[in-house]
């Protein structure tokens, strides 16, 4: 599906598809936004090549799997991200990449799948930010980003609560809930890690492209760094977070075995000298010591009695029990 916005030097809207960008290459006026979701691959190529995208930009927008980027040519800018279409309170996320071709009075955006982000500027669309397609494509990642950040941010309380449960009562279910959390959170740590490095790049060494066309570019790439870089800070925390309390129920649940076993030591250590001597008396031998004593029974059980009462001292003393 192909959509495109263009706006005219007067300041006219108009909706319309692919036929719409040979209009616009032959009056040579105005800004156009060209969307395109879910397009036939061969048809998508030859159309992002008939607008002047690179070809080597061409290949890296339509690989499914290629990790998020930004890369200058001549006059247009492409970005990857991903982007993001659904969430929940359990970091279960959907993300969509997302490709964005910018050059001075163009903004292209190639997905395949819907997007938050663009829908949300596509259906409320500025003129003046028309005017700056580069400008367009920052704000279209910036608010992407911020909802990977609501996403932190809710997730904050979830995560406090876990940690407060694992002292007052741990229990398999929340480390099983703490082990699904930190496989996400490492996903979103290595995608946030990737935005944060498009940002500084484009913050560091800003294209000729976007000086040209906006003339603060510089704060709305601050803006769009300091957010990556807020978000990759969260994930990673919470990541260290989920990692301490697995490992500190881990070391709960082995100091909890070592006492159990401390205490089944103990009591073993008892009853093998008892159990020793009543082996010694338990022996079917017709000649043996004592066993015509009139209060031997009595002696015997007194003595297994001393016995273990001797070593249940001593290991109090020891600090055993």
């Not at 993001?84 to 009075?105: G, R, Y």
């Not at 073993?268 to 000649?287: D, H, R, S």
């Amino acid at each position: 599906m192909i959509n495109t916005l263009w706006l005219q030097e007067d300041g006219t809207k108009r909706l319309g598809g692919e036929e719409q960008v040979a209009q616009w290459q032959t009056a040579q006026t105005g800004y156009l936004w060209v969307d395109i979701h879910s397009e036939n691959v061969s048809e998508e190529k030859a159309l992002l090549l008939k607008l002047g995208c690179h070809p080597l930009a061409v290949d890296d927008a339509q690989r499914k799997r290629h990790p998020p980027k930004t890369e200058t040519f001549d006059d247009q800018v492409l970005i990857l991200y991903r982007g993001i279409t659904h969430f929940d309170e359990d970091l279960n996320m959907t993300q969509v990449p997302i490709a964005l071709f910018a050059s001075k009075n163009l903004l292209i955006s190639v997905r395949q799948s819907k997007s938050l982000s663009i829908q949300q500027h596509w259906n409320d669309p500025k003129g003046d930010l028309l005017r700056q397609p580069a400008l367009l494509a920052i704000r279209i990642m910036n608010y992407s980003v911020g909802r990977y950040l609501e996403a932190m941010l809710a997730f904050e309380e979830r995560i406090n609560d876990l940690e407060d449960a694992m002292q007052e009562r741990p229990s398999d279910e929340i480390m099983r809930s703490l082990i699904a959390y930190k496989s996400r959170l490492r996903k979103l740590k290595r995608t946030f890690s990737y935005h944060e490095g498009i940002a500084q790049s484009l913050l560091r060494e800003t294209p000729a492209v976007f000086t040209d066309t906006v003339d603060d570019i510089n704060h709305s790439l601050q803006d769009l760094f300091d957010r990556c870089e807020r978000a990759h800070s969260l994930a990673t925390m919470f990541y260290e977070i989920c990692g301490d309390l697995i490992e500190g129920y881990l070391s709960l649940t082995s100091h909890m075995l070592n006492n159990t076993m401390r205490v089944l030591t103990v009591i073993t250590a008892i009853f093998v000298p008892l159990t020793f001597i009543a082996g010694i008396y338990g022996m079917n031998f017709e000649y043996i010591p004592e066993l015509h004593y009139r209060n031997g029974y009595f002696i015997v059980m007194g003595l297994m009695g001393l016995t273990g009462a001797g070593l249940l001292v001593l290991f109090r003393k020891l600090r055993w029990l």
